[in-house]
């Protein structure tokens, strides 16, 4: 606001004030943007002169779908001015609304998305994925990584790029193996135990002199001599803690992270800097806890050592081409301005899009910002939008039932195309059963059935019972797979 009383002073001499904007794309009141500026212009000016009032109405990037999606979107807003959108662009593409299993079965479902479009002649660089919040960076990344497709952060960094994550990832490589002395160097002072650089750097001296790894030197009590001061109680701290934690490197990863966490006091360490940036930090922490437990339940044999391994797999950079075509990964905040032929926009349910935390100062105006922010990124869609959700999602620890965004169903049906999930019984194809008509009970060993994804595969064992069931399945094109049936999906293929 003070930005535009500024301005109207400037030009209060001779009453020329021109602005351009778009309230439907009003999407930074957390950084101080006043929506009223513009909704208010005409009253706030009218009684000095005449304002004429242009509306650009002919939109020249997205097809008819798109457009009429969003349109009907945005009109539930009340704090807005009427325009009518004309597309100016025909396409006979609807947009396609999926509904998924679970932040891996979305990741994977943008990934195919991908691929298909890649296969129909498009280049990497000309599709966009787009999220609420970094955190969900992390299912996204690994499933481009193990599908070979190169992709970009912009507006931010890779997941296990991220400090608290890279923190983190370091204890444990530590755990795993005490020499390494790049994890050692990262950690020693993180959370602050006033180890200065100075310190730091006299351990390192004398561990290379006697051929020790810092951990080695760190621990040992000879170390307390070349310190004084804080850095002495810190080094004692330091040691302390690697040895409690030592005996975790035997375990599962969820244990050994969680006792990290706990151990280090992380989460307050991360209270001390920005609410908001704090806030994204320990989300991203949640995730990487997550993505531990995740691991630990696909491969119950793999332990520290294995999760560790997959997590390089994952965020090894060194397979991609810095200046080859990529897929871009953004928040949809990054995304204003933004133009692509292909998008894909993830994580559509309540709780996400809208964001719990917009709705709770003021619910009506933080709904109408995040329907502000979705009508954004629908229209960086030029020829093709695919909109995702899951119906369980492991967020802060809890694997939790989400419900569909609201936003959902403000769009009108017209433009919309939503996959049936299964296939149609009057259709020369195979003939499915599924969950809600059989329950589980022919998931039995040596069924054959079919994944969305996977594609065919046959039954090789059970876990569990009920909604705790897991499906063990050996696909032709994917190798085995450990499933939770409740979502999964699975089709019993009957003849």
Same mark, same amino acid.
């Given at each position: 606001?003070?930005q535009?009383r500024?301005t109207r002073?400037?030009?209060?001499a001779?009453?020329n004030? #021109?602005?351009? !904007?778009?309230?439907?794309?009003s999407?930074?009141?957390?950084?101080?943007?006043?929506?009223k500026?513009i909704l208010?212009?005409e009253?706030e000016?009218?009684?000095?002169? /005449?304002?004429?009032?242009?509306?650009l109405?002919?939109?020249?990037?997205?097809?008819r779908?798109?457009?009429?999606?969003?349109?009907g979107?945005? &009109?539930?807003?009340?704090?807005r001015?009427?325009?009518?959108?004309?597309?100016t662009?025909e396409s006979e593409r609807?947009?396609?609304?999926?509904e998924? *299993?679970?932040e891996?079965?979305e990741?994977r479902?943008?990934?195919e998305?991908?691929?298909?479009?890649?296969?129909?002649?498009?280049?990497?660089? &000309?599709?966009? =994925?787009?999220?609420?919040t970094?955190?969900?960076?992390?299912?996204?990344?690994r499933?481009?990584?193990?599908?070979g497709?190169p992709y970009?952060?912009?507006?931010g960094?890779?997941?296990?790029?991220?400090?608290?994550?890279?923190?983190?990832v370091?204890y444990?490589?530590?755990?795993?193996n /005490?020499r390494?002395d790049?994890?050692?160097a990262?950690?020693?002072?993180?959370?602050?135990?006033?180890?200065?650089?100075k310190?730091?750097?006299? +351990?390192?001296r004398?561990a290379?002199?006697?051929a020790?790894?810092?951990?080695?030197?760190?621990?040992?009590?000879?170390a307390l001599?070349?310190v004084?001061g804080?850095?002495r109680k *810190?080094?004692?701290?330091?040691?302390k803690?690697l &040895?409690?934690?030592?005996?975790r490197?035997? !375990?599962?990863a969820?244990d050994?992270?969680?006792?990290? =966490?706990?151990?280090?006091?992380?989460?307050?360490h991360l209270a #001390?800097?920005d609410?908001?940036e704090?806030a994204?930090?320990?989300e991203?922490?949640?995730?990487?806890l997550a *993505?531990?437990?995740?691991y630990?339940?696909?491969?119950?044999?793999?332990?520290?050592?294995?999760?560790l391994?997959?997590?390089?797999?994952v965020?090894?950079?060194?397979?991609?081409?810095?200046?080859?075509p990529r897929? #871009?990964?953004?928040? @949809?905040?990054?995304s204003?301005?933004?133009e692509?032929?292909?998008?894909?926009?993830a994580?559509?349910e309540?709780?996400?899009?809208?964001?719990a935390?917009? +709705?709770?100062?003021?619910?009506?105006?933080?709904?109408?910002?995040e329907?502000?922010?979705?009508?954004v990124?629908?229209?960086r869609?030029?020829?093709?939008?695919?909109l995702t959700?899951?119906? +369980?999602r492991?967020h802060?620890?809890?694997t939790?039932?989400?419900?569909?965004s609201?936003f959902?169903a403000?769009?009108p !049906?017209?433009? @919309?195309? #939503? /996959?049936?999930l299964?296939?149609d019984?009057?259709?020369d194809?195979?003939?499915?059963?599924s969950?809600?008509?059989?329950?589980?009970?022919e998931l039995?060993?040596?069924?054959?059935?079919?994944?969305?994804h996977?594609g065919y !595969?046959?039954?090789?064992?059970?876990?569990g019972a009920?909604?705790?069931?897991?499906?063990?399945?050996?696909?032709?094109?994917a190798?085995t797979?450990t +499933?939770?049936?409740?979502?999964?999906r699975l089709?019993?293929?009957? &003849?």
């Amino acid at each position: 606001h003070v930005q535009y009383r500024l301005t109207r002073h400037l030009a209060s001499a001779y009453g020329n004030l #021109t602005v351009c !904007g778009d309230p439907d794309q009003s999407i930074y009141g957390w950084r101080g943007a006043d929506i009223k500026n513009i909704l208010d212009f005409e009253r706030e000016l009218g009684g000095e002169r /005449p304002v004429v009032v242009v509306k650009l109405e002919h939109n020249y990037r997205s097809a008819r779908a798109i457009l009429g999606a969003a349109q009907g979107l945005i &009109r539930h807003n009340l704090a807005r001015k009427e325009k009518e959108l004309i597309a100016t662009r025909e396409s006979e593409r609807k947009v396609r609304v999926l509904e998924c *299993g679970d932040e891996n079965d979305e990741a994977r479902s943008i990934v195919e998305g991908v691929r298909d479009a890649l296969a129909r002649g498009l280049t990497p660089e &000309r599709m966009a =994925v787009f999220y609420r919040t970094n955190f969900m960076q992390r299912a996204l990344e690994r499933a481009f990584r193990l599908a070979g497709i190169p992709y970009q952060i912009v507006g931010g960094v890779e997941f296990y790029e991220r400090r608290e994550v890279r923190d983190l990832v370091s204890y444990l490589r530590l755990l795993v193996n /005490p020499r390494d002395d790049a994890a050692c160097a990262r950690v020693i002072n993180v959370p602050g135990r006033g180890i200065g650089a100075k310190s730091v750097e006299e +351990l390192a001296r004398v561990a290379a002199e006697r051929a020790f790894s810092l951990h080695a030197l760190a621990t040992a009590p000879e170390a307390l001599e070349l310190v004084k001061g804080k850095a002495r109680k *810190g080094l004692e701290a330091f040691a302390k803690l690697l &040895r409690e934690l030592a005996p975790r490197a035997a !375990g599962p990863a969820e244990d050994a992270l969680a006792a990290v =966490v706990e151990g280090t006091n992380y989460f307050a360490h991360l209270a #001390t800097g920005d609410d908001a940036e704090a806030a994204a930090r320990v989300e991203n922490v949640e995730e990487l806890l997550a *993505g531990a437990r995740e691991y630990d339940q696909e491969n119950p044999q793999g332990g520290l050592r294995g999760y560790l391994e997959d997590v390089a797999l994952v965020s090894d950079v060194d397979g991609f081409e810095e200046a080859s075509p990529r897929v #871009t990964l953004m928040t @949809l905040h990054s995304s204003k301005g933004l133009e692509f032929p292909v998008v894909f926009i993830a994580g559509l349910e309540e709780g996400l899009l809208p964001h719990a935390l917009a +709705l709770d100062e003021d619910p009506e105006a933080g709904a109408e910002e995040e329907r502000r922010l979705l009508y954004v990124g629908i229209t960086r869609a030029m020829d093709e939008l695919t909109l995702t959700h899951a119906k +369980l999602r492991l967020h802060f620890g809890e694997t939790a039932w989400q419900t569909p965004s609201r936003f959902l169903a403000e769009l009108p !049906g017209e433009w @919309l195309d #939503t /996959p049936s999930l299964l296939a149609d019984e009057e259709s020369d194809g195979p003939v499915f059963v599924s969950e809600e008509e059989e329950s589980y009970g022919e998931l039995t060993v040596g069924a054959r059935v079919e994944h969305d994804h996977f594609g065919y !595969g046959v039954v090789e064992g059970t876990r569990g019972a009920g909604a705790s069931l897991k499906v063990v399945v050996h696909f032709a094109s994917a190798g085995t797979r450990t +499933l939770m049936a409740q979502y999964a999906r699975l089709r019993v293929v009957r &003849r």
